[in-house]
């Protein structure tokens, strides 16, 4: 079945870059999603990336895609206290979105 | 621009309890997905509408039924409500299958 893997927790200082790593399983996913949630707040979509694609590059995000490793990973450049958020991974499986465990990123100023 | 809207924002109810919650997708998007977020999980498909008709299942307790309506908004109806329930309820919309733009949630609070 369809699984998605990420880090729990990242802690950088501000300034800094992130990286926000993620596994999926489904080799024929053809999208791969990147959504941010605030404390009680709800889900907003960051970026994605198609699955033919190696990188995007959207403002201070990177998405950077290895389909052999089925590995993806959002890079933030320059964190900001206000990217403290839970960031949740998603592939496309099945007409439906499969969510990671999502990872906490701390920012210390 | 437009986004998903839902509501109620909050709802409080009892065990055994009925719930109706209610999203209104972004205009002309013709899809409707609704998710359950646990405390500290991440949020789970439930079951979406593709032109008015049940286009997937997820884990939908049979205690939930869902319907869309000719003006494309959903309503996700809830009966029978256990604690286990208590969860934000998100709803989302897309055009075509594509990708989904999500609304801000229903905070579901079973006591």
């Known amino acids: 079945g369809e699984d998605v893997e990420q880090s729990l927790f990242l802690s950088v200082r501000e300034g800094d870059s992130s990286v926000i790593n993620c596994t999926y399983t489904?080799?024929?996913?053809?999208?791969l999603y990147w959504y941010k949630q605030e404390p009680g707040a709800g889900l907003q979509l960051l970026t994605y990336?198609?699955?033919?694609?190696d990188m995007k590059q959207d403002q201070r995000l990177t998405v950077l895609l290895n389909k052999k490793d089925k590995h993806l990973s959002l890079r933030i450049a320059d964190t900001q206290t206000g990217d403290s958020a839970i960031y949740f991974c998603?592939?496309?499986?099945?007409?439906?979105?499969?969510f990671g465990a999502g990872t906490i990123l701390r920012v210390k100023s | 621009a437009a986004g998903v809207i839902q509501s109620p924002r909050h709802l409080i109810k009892e065990k055994r309890e009925t719930a109706t919650l209610k999203c209104y997708p972004i205009?002309?998007?013709?899809?409707v997905y609704w998710y359950q977020q646990g405390p500290g999980q991440d949020p789970q498909f439930l079951i979406s509408?593709?032109?008015?008709?049940?286009?997937d299942k997820g884990s939908i307790p049979d205690r939930f039924s869902a319907q869309q309506f000719s003006d494309y908004h959903s309503e996700l109806n809830m009966s029978s409500l256990e604690l286990g329930d208590s969860a934000l309820y998100f709803c989302?919309?897309?055009?075509?299958?594509?990708?989904?733009?999500f609304g801000p949630g229903t905070r579901l609070t079973v006591l």
């Open positions: 989302a919309s897309s055009r075509s299958k594509d990708t989904q733009y």
């Open positions: 489904d080799s024929s996913s053809t999208y």
């Open positions: 990336i198609f699955s033919n694609m």
């Open positions: 998603a592939e496309w499986y099945g007409n439906k979105l499969v």
């Open positions: 205009p002309r998007h013709d899809t």
């Open positions: 509408f593709y032109e008015k008709m049940q286009s």
